[in-house]
């Protein structure tokens, strides 16, 4: 014999009711946070139509990544959802992998970048970066990274747009909160094919 299942509370009619309280509940929490709805997407500029997101467009191509007269890499970066996004795909010569996806906080006025390689279970592995002040021309973030042991240090990369199309990107760690900065890459970006 199959158990009986106790009779359902509220039927149809209530179950409709609720979720269009929910729905109003939704769209007016929305609005109060400034989307109230469908067409507020609508009515927002593209971020291709806003200054800002245009920082890095210097960056933007298909590059063979140089240091030293040696080739050590390519990187493909991209903009993605509309100007929204900046994604790198670097590739190592010796075949290492590396992603980032930049990003503008326009409350804020500044980029963020998020690093991840196939070594995300060491130090530098994974970072998280913030726009900082830069030499003029150029643009800087810098991050915290976190060794096995507790111990940070500090992590910055310098991209700055060279003569010829070209970009540089300087890469630095400090052991003693910034008050003094190791090189650990610098690199001369060429565009790919010339």
Same mark, same amino acid.
């Given at each position: 014999?199959? !158990?009986? +299942?106790?009779? +359902?509370?509220?039927?149809?009619?209530?179950?409709?009711?609720?979720?269009?309280?929910?729905?109003?509940?939704?769209?007016?929490?929305?609005? *109060?946070?400034?989307?109230?709805? !469908?067409?507020?997407?609508?009515?927002?500029?593209?971020?291709?139509? @806003?200054?800002?997101? =245009?920082?890095?467009?210097?960056?933007?191509?298909?590059?063979? @990544?140089?240091?030293? %007269?040696?080739?050590?890499?390519?990187?493909?970066?991209?903009?993605? *959802?509309? %100007?929204?996004? @900046?994604?790198? =795909?670097?590739?190592?010569?010796?075949?290492?992998?590396?992603?980032? *996806?930049?990003?503008?906080? !326009?409350?804020?006025?500044?980029?963020?970048?998020?690093?991840?390689?196939?070594?995300?279970?060491?130090?530098?592995?994974?970072?998280?970066? +913030?726009?900082?002040?830069?030499?003029?021309?150029? @643009?800087?973030?810098? %991050?915290?990274?976190?060794? !096995?042991?507790?111990?940070?240090?500090?992590?910055?990369?310098?991209?700055?747009? *060279?003569?010829? %199309?070209?970009?540089?990107? =300087?890469?630095?760690?400090?052991?003693?909160?910034?008050?003094?900065?190791?090189?650990?890459?610098?690199?001369?970006? +060429?565009?790919?094919?010339?």
């Amino acid at each position: 014999m199959t !158990p009986r +299942r106790a009779p +359902r509370r509220g039927g149809t009619r209530a179950r409709r009711a609720a979720l269009r309280t929910t729905g109003a509940l939704l769209t007016a929490g929305a609005a *109060l946070l400034g989307e109230a709805g !469908p067409g507020a997407a609508q009515a927002a500029s593209r971020c291709d139509d @806003v200054p800002g997101f =245009h920082a890095l467009d210097f960056r933007v191509g298909e590059w063979t @990544v140089w240091v030293e %007269g040696e080739q050590v890499g390519t990187n493909r970066i991209t903009k993605v *959802l509309s %100007g929204c996004a @900046v994604e790198e =795909h670097w590739e190592a010569a010796g075949g290492g992998r590396g992603r980032s *996806l930049f990003y503008d906080l !326009p409350a804020e006025s500044a980029w963020r970048q998020v690093w991840v390689t196939q070594r995300a279970l060491l130090p530098g592995g994974v970072e998280e970066k +913030r726009q900082m002040d830069s030499p003029a021309g150029g @643009v800087r973030f810098q %991050g915290t990274v976190t060794r !096995p042991d507790g111990a940070t240090y500090l992590d910055r990369t310098t991209l700055t747009p *060279l003569a010829g %199309g070209q970009v540089r990107q =300087h890469i630095e760690t400090s052991t003693d909160g910034g008050a003094t900065w190791r090189t650990t890459f610098d690199a001369e970006y +060429r565009p790919a094919g010339a």
